[in-house]
């Protein structure tokens, strides 16, 4: 009977425990009560098991973990079985159980692979950790993985008392997980009624009543991100930036039309399309060219654009291999032309679709900022068309990339069911104001037209054609039309009937372009992007340039 008793009491001295175990003894800060087996603590937390493991001497870390506590834009492509990490300057993809995955698209060894573990997928913490800001260590006599924040700062506590047992639960009187001695520092996590949660630095989190510790409590928070170390580098702001577009229709054979553009310091030609679901991308460009503006000092961001096509957008967006092979590509035309930066135009996207846009330009990217190129992507002002405004995440886009370009123009569109101006200042003006809480002003390059478009409207139908500047000019001129000034637009407006048909134009001259590049200077916005080159009067680039500096 006596035996019973003691064997009673022993199952209901480990049932209280849980899945904690005693052991007895313990200096300062060493565990009295430890975890039973292996486990793992994320600041105050203990993990779930299945978010972690130790296999031959590596730590792993689920791909939930990850995604929920490091990083919410790691990935993981079910169709390839591959996780992608974009990340500062680096991209990296890992296939599960492979010994090789890529950085940058350059293969690498992997010696521990990733597995698939009761449904979990987990990652060895050597291919990737070094890329956030935490420290993982293993603390062989406990068999416990700790892993802490070095982008935070956590509040301590100083122990008062002679001895002092962080206990498992507010009460005094549960089990006691680690002793400490007077002078003793902890980190302090969370207040309660009577106690604070701590934890010693190698031990399991648990509970102190308040009067035995001392805060080091500098702000009214228990933890704080760090700010940037004073001895950092602080980045100057770049140029105003005056970028156009150099349409390129095919091959170029020769650097024939690169040409001095006063205050032009960007040029953008629309060297590269994809053009297949696979990722091939048509290269359109030519090294003399390059090299001619080179010369001249002017940085080339070759723009890469989708074919405007949905369907091709959806099967190369959608796969991991095909945005690679797309990277890849890029990288190398970069090497090839000595290009300074890449200008992501896609368009006519479904918007089911948006989350992968922003993938691919998160991928592409990490690998430019790996070799200090520029990123840039071409957005449209917010409206209800889902294929043309509703895929771009502005917010997110812009926290990615280095510069956003706002095409405001197209108001009225080619097809558009009445007449009206390609880019209205007030429309342009009231366009900007609506993005200025999705992308940072500093960021921003505002699109501008170079061209208009005639409208003919005859039985009730209304039709149009872009045009230049010189045509323009020369359809008012022909046709002795008398223009007025706008003062909504902020532009001439012309219009006259012929033959039946009713004739109008808005038409972009100096006027109208000094107008809306002023915006550049009222709100501080990173620059101007002219669509495109050949569409101006050579007066025009004159007349920016001494607008914008």
């Known amino acids: 009977m006596k035996k019973l008793l003691i064997l009673i009491l022993i199952m209901a001295l480990l049932a209280a425990g849980g899945a904690l175990l005693l052991r007895s003894g313990g200096s300062s800060g060493r565990p009295i009560v430890t975890l039973e087996g292996l486990n793992a603590i994320y600041e105050d937390k203990i993990l779930d098991a299945s978010d972690f493991d130790r296999i031959d001497g590596q730590v792993y870390l689920s791909f939930d973990f990850v995604k929920e506590n490091l990083d919410n834009t790691i990935r993981f492509e079910k169709g390839e079985n ?253 090497k090839l032309y000595d290009l300074q930066g890449i200008n992501i135009d896609f368009e006519n996207i479904e918007e089911d679709d948006r989350e992968n846009l922003v993938q691919f330009t998160r991928e592409l990217t990490a690998c430019l900022k790996s070799i200090d190129k520029v990123s840039s992507i071409d957005v449209t002002p917010v409206s209800d068309s889902a294929e043309w405004s509703r895929v771009y995440d502005r917010k997110t886009l812009s926290s990615i990339v280095d510069y956003v370009v706002v095409m405001a123009y197209d108001q009225h569109w080619a097809s558009s069911p009445v007449a009206g101006s390609v880019a209205q200042y007030k429309w342009v003006e009231g366009s900007i104001n609506g993005l200025f809480k999705s992308i940072p002003v500093e960021k921003m390059i505002l699109g501008i037209p170079l061209y208009t478009r005639l409208w003919i409207e005859e039985n009730g139908q209304v039709t149009s054609k872009a045009i230049g500047m010189e045509e323009a000019k020369k359809f008012i001129d022909e046709n002795g039309i008398q223009t007025f000034w706008d003062e909504d637009s902020r532009q001439h407006f012309g219009t006259i009937e012929k033959d039946g048909k009713t004739y109008k134009i808005w038409l972009e001259t100096e006027e109208s372009i000094v107008h809306k590049a002023s915006l550049v200077t009222k709100y501080g916005l990173a620059g101007v992007g002219t669509w495109r080159k050949g569409f101006e009067q050579p007066h025009i680039w004159q007349a920016l340039e001494k607008s914008l500096f």
């Open 82 to 334: 591959t996780v992608i990490i974009a990340k500062g300057n680096e991209l990296k993809r890992l296939p599960l159980n492979s010994s090789t995955g890529t950085l940058n698209e350059k293969e690498f060894s992997i010696r521990d692979p990733l597995i698939e573990k009761d449904g979990k997928i987990l990652l060895p913490i050597e291919v990737f950790i070094y890329q956030y800001d935490v420290t993982v260590r293993y603390i062989e006599e406990q068999q416990l993985i700790i892993i802490d924040r070095t982008d935070t700062a956590y509040v301590e506590g100083v122990v008062l008392k002679e001895e002092l047992s962080i206990r498992r639960e507010e009460d005094e009187k549960s089990d006691a997980l680690s002793n400490l001695t007077k002078g003793d520092r902890i980190y302090v996590y969370e207040e309660y009624a009577k106690s604070y949660k701590v934890r010693a630095e190698t031990g399991v989190p648990g509970y102190v009543p308040k009067d035995a510790i001392k805060l080091d409590l500098k702000t009214d928070k228990f933890k704080h991100t760090l700010l940037p170390r004073e001895n950092e580098q602080v980045v100057s702001s770049p140029p105003t930036i005056n970028l156009t577009w150099d349409y390129t229709y095919g091959k170029l054979e020769d650097g024939s039309t690169a040409q001095h553009i006063p205050g032009v310091n960007v040029i953008a030609p629309t060297w590269f399309s994809v053009t297949d679901g696979s990722g091939t991308v048509v290269d359109k460009g030519n090294w003399e060219y390059a090299k001619k503006y080179h010369d001249m000092g002017v940085a080339i961001w070759g723009t890469i654009d989708n074919s405007f096509d949905k369907d091709i957008t959806k099967a190369f967006l959608a796969s991991s291999s095909s945005r690679g092979r797309i990277i890849a590509q890029i990288m190398d035309y970069i």
